[in-house]
């Protein structure tokens, strides 16, 4: 039986080491490549041609969300498996809206990567259990307090933080150093909130805040 080809895609030499002597301990996983940037991880698999790539989120030149998005558009038959150490709801819905087929925390315990691995190469979506409870527990959250995110036409809470914050005239810098978040990730929410409300500038915004009740006029 083939071994599974991996290709590990992350910027720190330490974490890819370790996540290569752990796998070389597997009879059925070989790693065939490693990457320290998105738009390397592009070329190598290209020609690599790997069966799954384990995609770190944050990397230089191109982070992890807009390599997956790519290698799921031009090499569709290679899995990607996310390794971050993000658990928010909003990193894990970019990933699987990018095409990720698998979520899992760098802090996971070893065998729950292995496993991972084999899962999406089979074509079987993984999420790591942690993410599972947290979603379910925001869910229940959302159907005790009667689902108010439907008031916003399915904000997210964060999305509503955001929503605030630009309504009130600060930048994106300022939003990410607010809410620690990185830049990009404020932009990520920024089109989402504009997405759902069908709104096309910082105007059309601060009105619906205003008619919602979002912010007041000082």
Do not use: C, W
Not at 113 to 123: P, Q
């Amino acid at each position: 039986m083939p071994k599974i080809r991996v290709l590990l895609a992350d910027d720190h030499t330490i974490v890819r080491a370790g996540i290569k002597a752990l796998l070389e301990k597997q009879s059925d996983i070989e790693v065939i490549g490693e990457t320290a940037d998105g738009r390397e991880t592009l070329r190598q698999v290209e020609f690599l041609q790997p069966d799954v790539v384990v995609m770190d989120i944050a990397m230089p030149n191109m982070n992890g969300l807009e390599a997956t998005a790519a290698i799921n558009k031009k090499f569709p038959q290679v899995k990607v498996l996310a390794l971050t150490m993000h658990e928010e709801e909003e990193y894990f819905f970019e990933v699987l809206r990018a095409g990720a087929q698998g979520y899992v925390l760098k802090d996971a315990a070893p065998e729950e990567l292995v496993s991972a691995i084999r899962s999406v190469n089979e074509g079987r979506p993984f999420l790591t259990p942690r993410v599972t409870r947290l979603l379910v527990d925001d869910y229940l959250k959302r159907v005790e307090s009667g689902d108010r995110s439907t008031a916003h036409n399915g904000l997210t809470e964060r999305e509503l933080e955001v929503l605030k914050l630009i309504a009130a005239g600060h930048t994106n810098q300022e939003i990410a150093e607010m809410l620690h978040l990185s830049i990009n990730t404020v932009q990520v929410h920024r089109s989402h909130i504009m997405d759902k409300l069908d709104l096309h500038n910082r105007t059309e915004l601060i009105k619906y805040a205003l008619r919602r009740g979002l912010i007041e006029l000082e």
